[in-house]
């Protein structure tokens, strides 16, 4: 996911959590025929963070580091350490023991059970400069997967349990997004008057090159009006695709938004009911 280069001022917030939620999508559709389901790397999300949150909560994941009973390695689970010398210090001085942006993330699917058994950091270092081979910690897990036996008549009301974080989660989640686009559509209208201004000058400059009092400054103007025009319009259609881009994603967490509620407002028998109505659905669309 994309990096985060300033945190009090992070301007890549919503394209973080849009990118988790497309993240949590593919999974969501991609792992009802699997047994176990592992994802591991550099997601540039604290745990605490929006993304982070979103993707455990619609998938399911869960993250060994809190899973597992035994962890050795650096000091809170951190990943990327101030100790490291491909790191500026500077930059983790808020986080005196560094940050855990690098995750193993796993659940098991149908009739498997999953844990971890042992989890820790390791950094590998050159053999001949000691100096080590990333700036990130590795992740080394050992996870035990086995046939879990058919549970007895579970409970419908377990769903109910877990819904209204993940409604908190997708509400918040909904709100960046419905920010993120007042954004890119406020930038997108002002590029768009900014070439619009620099189309209007160019005639203007060709009048006044074509005369003689004025000839040498529309010369020189020209160029640079030529590239306000090119690059305010290359601006204009990047913050339009980004627009686009985050209505998609606002407008899907909206739908599943409304449809958890939906849910949450029902009975336990009619929750049973919708979600094997929801399971029909994703199986006919599927095929």
Same mark, same amino acid.
């Given at each position: ?35 176990? $389901?592992?994802?591991? +790397? ?8 929006? +993304? ?18 035994? !962890? ?21 001085? @808020? !986080? @005196? ?7 193993? =993330? ?5 009739? !498997? ?10 950094? +590998? /270092?050159?053999? /001949? ?16 997967? %086995?046939?879990? @036996? ?7 009301? /377990?769903?109910?349990?877990?819904? @209204? ?5 997708? %509400? ?17 209208? =002002? ?15 060709? $009048?006044?090159?074509?005369?003689? +009092?004025?000839?040498?400054?529309? =010369? ?16 204009? =259609? ?50």
């Amino acid at each position: 996911l994309h990096a985060e280069y300033n945190r009090q001022k992070d301007i890549y917030l919503t394209h973080r959590v849009a990118q988790a939620w497309e993240l949590a999508q593919f999974i969501h559709h991609t792992s009802r025929k699997a047994d176990v $389901v592992l994802l591991c +790397g550099d997601l540039n999300l604290h745990p605490k963070d929006l +993304g982070c949150r979103l993707l455990k909560e619609w998938t399911g994941l869960r993250d060994a580091y809190l899973e597992t009973r035994d !962890f050795k390695g650096s000091e809170e689970g951190c990943t990327m350490v101030p100790k490291n010398c491909y790191v500026n210090p500077q930059e983790l001085e @808020p !986080f @005196p023991f560094g940050i855990r942006i690098d995750y193993v =993330l796993y659940k098991a699917v149908s009739g !498997f059970y999953i844990s971890c058994k042992t989890l820790k950091t390791t950094t +590998g /270092h050159d053999p /001949h400069s000691g100096t080590p081979l990333s700036d990130h910690e590795a992740l080394m897990a050992t996870l035990c997967v %086995r046939q879990s @036996p058919p549970q007895h008549n579970p409970s419908p009301a /377990h769903g109910l349990a877990e819904r @209204p974080p993940l409604i908190s989660v997708l %509400r918040e989640a909904w709100t960046e997004l419905d920010l993120g686009v007042a954004r890119a559509r406020w930038w997108a209208t =002002l590029t768009g008057y900014t070439a619009t201004l620099g189309l209007l000058l160019l005639p203007l400059l060709c $009048v006044l090159a074509a005369g003689q +009092g004025a000839r040498e400054a529309a =010369l020189l103007l020209w160029a640079p009006s030529m590239g306000l025009v090119l690059g305010a319009g290359a601006a204009y =259609l990047f913050h339009m695709q980004e627009a686009k881009g985050l209505c998609r994603a606002r407008a899907e967490l909206q739908h599943v938004l409304g449809r958890e509620r939906e849910a949450q407002d029902l009975g336990p028998k009619s929750q049973a009911a919708l979600l094997l109505g929801q399971q029909e659905g994703d199986r006919a669309e599927e095929q």
